[in-house]
């Protein structure tokens, strides 16, 4: 168990809706990261925030966005969703302490499948 | 931006043998590069790292080497054993892994290790 939690596990919708990622980063890390994880891509960067504030950008759609609120904890927002959608979405977290070591914990992933 | 090259995409090999993977970088201030291995079903998890500042590190019969002035470093797993079948990742990152930075991922290997 990594400490870091998200919800849903699974989770199937149909093309246009929207849906909200989850995620509980481990105690006390500041910094929340989501990846999207499709077959042929990879782990794809989308965004990364500390302590509220979104500190870097990857490839994330417009259709996408995130925030992380005064909890820590953090949600993905995925609208007008299509087929391509379809992926493993992980978030994970990392240390905010002088001895971190550069680990990121991940979460145990949400499927979405879009139908 | 940061981008990773990985290779091979697949790899088979006997029970026993070695198997190595490489990566490529572009960005010449990385200096943080992970590997993780993620078991079919399961979340990412950190096996080994290395930083810049070392040209490699062992861990029983795992080891990562790092070329900075040729941007490649590599994973060499010795002595495999069938739960070492996985996808391994590699990634990189600025900031010494100590910076909550980013890291961006390769595309993965699929090692399987065959009795």
């Known amino acids: 168990d990594s400490g870091v939690t998200q919800t849903p596990k699974h989770l199937i919708t149909a093309t246009g809706q929207r849906v909200t990622l989850r995620c509980s980063p481990r105690?006390?890390?500041?910094?929340v990261y989501w990846y999207q994880q499709s077959l042929d891509q990879g782990l794809q960067f989308l965004i990364q925030?500390?302590?509220?504030?979104?500190?870097a950008k990857g490839n994330i759609l417009e259709r996408f966005s995130a925030q992380q609120f005064p909890d820590l904890h953090s949600e993905l927002n995925l609208s007008s969703l299509e087929l391509g959608d379809s992926a493993l979405y992980f978030c994970a977290s990392s240390s905010n302490q002088l001895a971190n070591t550069g680990e990121l914990f991940f979460g145990e992933g949400s499927r979405l499948t879009v139908l | 931006g940061e981008n990773v090259e990985q290779h091979p995409s697949t790899l088979s090999v006997q029970e026993g043998d070695s198997a190595v993977i490489k990566c490529t970088y572009s960005?010449?201030?990385?200096?943080?590069f992970p590997w993780y291995k993620q078991e079919l079903g399961k979340r990412p998890q950190l096996i080994i790292d290395i930083r810049s500042n070392v040209g490699e590190k062992k861990d029983q019969r795992i080891a990562v080497t790092l070329n900075k002035t040729a941007k490649h470093f590599s994973l060499h797993i010795t002595e495999t054993q069938p739960e070492d079948s996985a996808v391994y990742f590699c990634a990189a990152s600025r900031g010494g892994g100590g910076s909550n930075y980013k890291l961006t991922f390769g595309k993965g290997t699929l090692l399987t290790v065959n009795p």
């Open positions: 925030y500390y302590n509220g504030e979104e500190r």
């Open positions: 105690s006390g890390d500041l910094s």
């Open positions: 960005d010449s201030a990385s200096n943080y």
